[in-house]
């Protein structure tokens, strides 16, 4: 057989096999989608990544997070570590989980110990948007019920803050216009997760924001 006939018997079966490997990459890209958005946004979620955080605050070494003194000048921070905690009240209510820990970077794992600060957003302190988000089967189970006037505390290790609830939005899970880096509108803080809470087992495609304003706190420059 002909070196030209091989090559043709090789490229006929490459071909052949093309549907097949096709057909293997998207069942693979299906089942890290299944994964990675269904299970993480359905209302298992929970089950599948065990069980609450200790509301104490623990970090990752076992310490208990301790809030520091006011201070103007903004500490170095390491990704990945508990810097604040959150807690939210209000009049005839109160957040359900206290002391809700809250680490620089948002990604999943973050996400599945504590609330997370997006890592483009300003500080407490910094007079621009901090952007803080956290799964609503965990830490912000409540989120969508907090009313207007709610008071948000946010104790850091470089002093406390305390901001004020002006406005709820919803909007979908496609749109950045509330999770952005914004100096527009001074010192905001936003706390976002899925909605709505109670899904029936459906991917959740809409997001719930709380829009705040700082009533109390110190500014702070690097």
């Not at 298992?44 to 000048?73: H, K, P, Q």
């Not at 001074?186 to 909605?195: A, D, F, H, P, R």
Request: charged share 20%.
């Amino acid at each position: 057989m002909s070196r030209n006939t091989k090559t043709k018997f090789a490229s006929k079966g490459l071909l052949s096999l093309l549907p097949f490997l096709l057909f293997f990459a998207a069942v693979m890209l299906c089942s890290f989608y299944l994964f990675t958005v269904v299970l993480e946004e359905s209302s298992y979620f929970g089950l599948v990544v065990g069980e609450r955080i200790s509301s104490t605050g623990d970090d990752d070494n076992g310490s208990t997070f301790v809030a520091g003194a006011a201070t103007d000048r903004l500490p170095s921070i390491d990704y990945g570590k508990q810097f604040a905690q959150i807690n939210v009240t209000w009049d005839g209510g109160g957040w359900d989980i206290k002391n809700i820990p809250v680490r620089l970077g948002n990604d999943k794992a973050i996400l599945k110990k504590s609330a997370g600060m997006s890592f483009s957003s300003g500080f407490p302190g910094q007079g621009q948007r901090v952007i803080i988000s956290a799964h609503v089967t965990r830490d912000f189970a409540q989120l969508e019920d907090t009313p207007n006037g709610a008071i948000v505390t946010v104790d850091t290790i470089y002093g406390p803050y305390q901001y004020r609830v002006v406005n709820k939005v919803h909007f979908s899970g496609t749109d950045r216009t509330y999770l952005e880096p914004s100096l527009k509108y001074g010192e905001q803080l936003i706390l976002y997760t899925c909605y709505p809470r109670d899904n029936d087992g459906h991917r959740r495609t809409e997001r719930c924001a709380l829009i705040c304003e700082k009533i109390s706190g110190l500014e702070v420059t690097r």
